[in-house]
């Protein structure tokens, strides 16, 4: 399985901005998780492989929505009302347990792309 991310950009406070997720071969569950400068790699949002479960960390829970398309293997994470705190690289991965996955049990990463939510 092979993870590729892009959508990253430069935002200012209040807007939006969505990220997306192709995926190479066949993946179960996905997941984003992000990294901000001189932080840990964190959680960010989960999606079942069905795509009918999702998590979100309490810190994204109503701005950010996380989907997946299976006909065309894309998980998104749409992010509203951004905010200077989101800024981080952003990073999509697989795993094999759903929960698991906001501990970062995570088989697969993908390459980060880079959010920056500035004025």
């Known amino acids: 399985v092979q993870l590729q991310a892009y959508g990253g950009g430069l935002v200012q406070p209040g807007g939006s901005l969505r990220l997306s997720c192709t995926v190479s071969?066949?993946?179960?569950?996905m997941a984003w998780f992000r990294q901000a400068p001189e932080k840990e790699r964190e959680f960010v949002a989960a999606?079942?492989?069905?795509?009918?479960?999702?998590l979100y960390a309490d810190s994204v829970k109503g701005r950010f929505t996380i989907s997946r398309d299976g006909a065309n293997n894309v998980v998104d994470l749409q992010m509203d009302s951004l905010k200077p705190e989101d800024t981080a690289v952003y990073y999509c991965a697989a795993g094999r347990g759903f929960s698991d996955l906001r501990s970062g049990d995570v088989d697969v990463w993908g390459q980060g792309t880079q959010v920056t939510v500035s004025s």
């Open positions: 999606v079942t492989a069905s795509g009918r479960g999702t």
């Open positions: 071969g066949r993946a179960g569950n």
